[in-house]
Each structure stands twice: as structure tokens, then as C-alpha cells.
């Protein structure tokens, strides 16, 4: 997320400090571990760069 918020950052000229925030509990370790993510099922090859590119407009 650290990543995503930074490209975000220059991709929207926004400048601010990024965070790190915990996030405890059983949805954090769920996040932590990857258990939201289904890779046999992915069908996209674009990048958050390349799509925030393309959506310029609307940050």
C-alpha cells in the first residue's frame, strides 16, 4: 500500500507525508498473508502506474 500511495503521490502532484498504519487483528493477518489475492484467477496485466496514466483526469 506504502507503494501505491507514492505513485499515487506523483502521478496526482500531491506531496504529504505517507504513512505506515497497522492494521491488527484477524483482517490484518488475512491482508498480511495474501489471502485476498487470487492468482490463478488474475486476467489483467496493467499496472496501478499505467492505469493511473490513463485516469489522469480523474484524480
Known amino acids: 500500500m506504502r507503494s501505491m500511495a507514492q505513485i499515487w503521490q506523483k502521478a ?3 506531496r504529504g507525508k505517507v504513512i505506515q498504519l497497522p492494521l491488527p487483528g484477524s483482517m490484518g493477518k488475512y491482508l498480511r498473508e495474501g489471502q485476498n489475492l487470487i492468482p490463478e484467477h488474475a486476467f489483467g496485466r496493467e499496472t496501478f502506474s ?3 496514466a490513463k485516469n489522469a483526469d480523474s484524480l
Do not use: G, Q, R, S
Open 12 to 14: 496526482a502532484h500531491v
Open 50 to 52: 499505467a492505469w493511473l
